[in-house]
């Protein structure tokens, strides 16, 4: 491994992607691709072995998804450098890409633009996020506190009922786990959909979901 150039192992399914994104990257003289891998197993072995500083992933891998790879790749590998380079730039995957200890994360759209900037900037010890991608983790933390906001308005009861409706309880079984008649079940029920502006219980198992109210049943 040339110790004069920046180390980066490639995970993707797609040589022909692979082949493109090792002559770009090499094209800038302190870099050097030192391996790639199609699969997670393989870039989980290899980043292991090799210790390179940027592994650059991709998260729609055949055999698991690019974002378990990463995490078991961070259990035995603190110190490479992960950015991920994904057609996905939705929220969720953002953000589960940041709390597994990604540097940053980068659309497959703009690699060509994009990805020499995000090595360099994550080698100078700071964190990259595409426009794309830092816009979707603003969305997430914006998300977030108006589903803990809603869900301050709600009383005790309100919530223990929504969290039973979305666990697919029906109002007789509410009624019998929190000691109270079956019409009174339906009353919380509608309340708490009237006073969180919900219209379908689908509606409903998607806030519960969204307020962490299921996290103990996921």
């Given amino acids: 491994m040339d110790e004069k150039k920046i180390s980066i192992i490639l995970v993707d399914d797609h040589k022909v992607l692979r082949d493109g994104l090792k002559a770009l ?10 391996a790639e891998a199609d699969t ?6 290899i980043s292991i072995e090799l210790v390179p500083d940027i592994i650059v992933m991709d ?43 990604c540097a940053g994360y ?23 996020l595409h426009p794309k991608a830092a816009t979707a983790l603003v969305e997430s933390i914006t998300l977030e506190q108006t589903v803990m906001q ?33 019409k009174t079940a339906e009353t919380y029920r509608q309340r708490a959909m009237e006073k969180l502006e919900l219209d ?9 979901l969204q307020a962490g109210l299921l996290k103990d049943f996921e």
């Fill in 106 to 128: 980068v659309p497959k759209s703009s690699a060509h633009t994009s990805l020499l900037d995000a090595i360099h900037v994550v080698m100078g010890g700071e964190r990259y």
């Fill in 40 to 45: 997670g197993e393989e870039a989980i072995q």
């Fill in 59 to 101: 998260i729609g891998l055949p055999d698991m998804s690019g974002l378990d790879a990463i995490q078991t790749i961070r259990k035995r590998n603190l110190k490479s450098r992960i950015i991920v380079l994904s057609m996905y730039t939705k929220r969720e995957f953002v953000l589960r890409a940041i709390k597994e200890g």
């Fill in 25 to 34: 990257l090499e094209l800038d003289e302190t870099m050097l691709v030192v």
């Fill in 150 to 182: 809603k869900l301050k308005i709600l009383s005790k009861r309100e919530r223990d009922v929504v969290r039973l409706v979305a666990m697919g309880f029906t109002s007789r079984e509410i009624g019998e786990d929190l000691f109270i008649s079956p």
């Fill in 200 to 208: 379908s219980r689908s509606d409903l198992v998607r806030f519960a």
